[in-house]
């Protein structure tokens, strides 16, 4: 049987590519670097991150970008031994008019090297590009509308693409204006006998979210609506354990079988907030006699154990509690960053800005995929005063984390403190209540349990005591603050030098146990 979610932790907006006995799966990333997840089975059931497609800074250059800006909804495809990849690169999204430039990258090898970035337009977000029977290529994407009193999410719009000369051709046309489910994005199409089938997402992506399909006899349309749209959605039943399904894309298996990935979160128990972020899950899916996709089980929610296809069984190796620090399952906020050295036995840290900033930070963290976990480092640190820090974060963005750091004050000399930030709140829940240490060289833990987090150290790496109080992990969420959030959250090693000196902190290894 299948298990959903198929990628668990911060993995949304998936796009899957077949290549023979082959499945790839993109995801969205945000302000992480490196840019664009990509994952890989050949049963759609066992799925190992491969690696990312934007690894390079010629490739991706994040810095300045919000939290939850960067990357969205990168769109997969293949076609006569070409990967072509489509993205969004957001500048800004929290104002009235957006920054959302559009680009388009390409390679002979899932591996890459890929091409250098073409821009295509800003018109909206979510690109994606259709391959036609012909050999003709087209460009989706939503458009963004700024103007007072109309819709902001304008419609899907489509133009022809000349894969020569890497641009658009003819004029943008508005194919299809939305279900009454408004907020309409995420368009991916697909030819199927005589029709044209339009996914999209609707609904907005948190719990009204959903998946719609319309189709044309014409490419440019009109589209009608499937008649018992939306074809996928958990809205309005929160007993359901798979939450926010939508933002989903189609796939054809060799022996004609069709599945479904698409986004979907787990709530903490007695929560509406969801700390691992959006996930991936799967659903099997079937063409009927009315030549209209349904769920395979019936109805339109998600179901969170379902039938493997008709493929082999292909397990891959799991995944050690210890993974080196250059393992591509690591990732950096808005780098690659010189601050940040790492070899697969050692991570070096050079002091750099603030958990806060946008910018320049010494960072190196790990998706968070399970909603117990504990975590555990060894730090070497030798701060010289209070405006020099490292430490073990559990981070969300900019605004949402609570860090565990080894710093230096001028009374108490070495000393663990917390810094939680709440929606850019922050506190200290220490306060006076500093925890003196003899040495810098410390074991930091970090215990999820559910909505609970708990911080502890060691001095020789078996005796654990706890660092303050009990912190509250649901606050590390997209569900939570005045911000937009798309992420979810992360464990992070960290340094600061807030006196731009630069000191360095060591760190051994960082070790998962679900």
Not at 34 to 60: F, Y
Not at 172 to 178: A, E, H, N, S, T
Not at 210 to 217: D, K, L, P
Not at 319 to 342: E, N, Q, T
Request: contains cysteine; proline residues 7%.
């Amino acid at each position: 049987m299948i298990k959903n979610p198929i990628l668990p932790g911060f993995n949304p907006d998936p796009s899957i590519c077949r290549v023979e006995e082959d499945y790839y799966i993109a995801t969205s990333t945000f302000e992480w670097f490196p840019g664009v997840q990509i994952h890989h089975s050949r049963d759609l059931v066992n799925w190992k991150l491969l690696g990312h497609a934007l690894r390079e800074k010629r490739l991706l250059d994040l810095v300045g970008v919000p939290s939850s800006g960067g990357i969205w909804a990168p769109a997969l495809s293949y076609r006569d031994g070409l990967f072509y990849l489509c993205y969004t690169l957001v500048h800004q999204h929290e104002a009235a008019t957006k920054d959302t430039p559009n680009f388009l990258t390409t390679a002979f090898s899932i591996d890459g090297p890929w091409s250098d970035p073409v821009f295509i337009n800003s018109s909206g977000f979510d690109p994606s590009l259709f391959h036609d029977d012909d050999d003709r290529k087209y460009w989706l994407n939503m458009v963004w509308d700024h103007r007072p009193e109309k819709h902001s999410f304008y419609g899907i719009a489509m133009q022809e693409y000349d894969a020569r000369e890497n641009s658009l051709l003819g004029e943008r046309k508005i194919i299809f204006k939305g279900s009454p489910l408004g907020l309409t994005e995420g368009p991916h199409l697909y030819k199927r006998n005589d029709y044209y089938y339009l996914l999209t997402a609707e609904g907005g992506t948190s719990y009204e979210h959903a998946v719609t399909m319309a189709r044309s006899h014409d490419l440019w349309g009109p589209y009608e609506l499937h008649p018992q749209n939306p074809v996928l959605t958990s809205a309005n039943n929160f007993t359901l354990p798979l939450q926010k399904a939508g933002h989903a894309s189609l796939v054809e298996t060799s022996k004609g079988e069709w599945y479904m990935p698409h986004l979907c979160a787990r709530p903490l128990p007695g929560t509406r907030r969801c700390n691992l972020g959006r996930e991936t899950a799967i659903q099997k899916v079937e063409w009927r006699e009315d030549d209209w996709l349904y769920l395979s089980h019936g109805g339109n929610q998600p179901k969170k154990v379902l039938t493997r296809p008709d493929l082999p069984q292909h397990p891959w190796p799991a995944l050690p509690p210890r993974l080196p620090f250059d393992s591509s399952h690591y990732a950096i906020p808005r780098g690659p960053s010189a601050s940040v050295i790492r070899t697969p036995e050692s991570l070096t840290l050079l002091g750099a800005e603030s958990l806060e900033s946008n910018f320049e930070q010494a960072m190196l963290a790990r998706r968070l995929a399970t909603h117990k976990a504990t975590i555990t480092t060894r730090l070497t640190f030798d701060p010289k005063n209070f405006q020099q820090m490292a430490g073990l974060a559990a981070y969300y963005n900019t605004y949402l984390f609570h860090y565990l750091y080894l710093s230096m004050d001028e009374e108490e000399g070495l000393c663990l403190q917390i810094h939680s930030c709440n929606d850019g709140n922050s506190r200290f829940p220490l306060g006076n209540e500093i925890i003196p240490v003899s040495t810098g060289n410390l074991y930091l833990r970090a215990i999820f349990d559910d909505c609970d987090l708990k911080f502890q150290f060691s001095e020789n790496g078996t005796s654990f005591q706890d660092a303050g109080p009990v912190l509250d992990a649901s606050i590390l969420s997209d569900d939570h603050g005045k911000h937009w959030g798309f992420t979810g959250t992360f464990i992070a090693l960290a340094c600061q030098d807030l006196t731009g000196e630069r000191c360095q902190a060591r760190f051994g290894y960082l070790e998962f146990n679900n």
